[in-house]
């Protein structure tokens, strides 16, 4: 079992930044890769960025890249999600994952093993 805590959310202003945190404990960290994911109201989740086990490798969806920065610190059983420039089209929940399968960085939700309870971003225009 993997607990999974997101940090760092809040409400901003369009083109401002936030930083998200994904503290993990139990399993070793290093054995899972990571994902953000995020849901708006009446959507689906939706993959946003994902970071393979050793943080050498990332990966992000087409609507944040050049904007969103994945990292991990497997020291510190964490992983980040830097947020700039951010946009009203940004606001949503934002869950932080893990995954055991044998795939360098899953996309897909179903894909992910354990979840975090989530944490809001709002951004206003």
């Known amino acids: 079992q993997v607990q999974l805590e997101e940090s760092g959310g809040g409400l901003v202003q369009g083109g401002d930044s936030l930083r998200l945190s994904c503290a993990a404990s139990?399993?070793?960290?290093?054995?899972?890769?990571m994902g953000w994911f995020r849901q708006a109201p009446g959507m689906e989740r939706k993959f946003v960025a994902g970071?393979?086990?050793?943080?050498?490798?990332?990966n992000y969806a087409d609507s944040v890249k050049g904007r969103f920065t994945v990292s991990r610190d497997n020291a510190k059983n964490t992983m980040y999600l830097q947020m700039n420039s951010l946009k009203p089209e940004d606001t949503a929940v934002y869950y932080c994952?893990?995954?055991?399968?044998?795939?360098?960085?899953?996309?897909?939700?179903?894909?992910?093993?354990?979840w975090g309870q989530g944490t809001q971003v709002t951004v206003s225009s």
């Open positions: 139990g399993r070793t960290f290093s054995n899972y890769a």
């Open positions: 970071i393979n086990r050793s943080g050498g490798s990332t």
């Open positions: 994952a893990a995954s055991g399968m044998p795939l360098p960085i899953p996309t897909m939700p179903a894909h992910y093993d354990f």
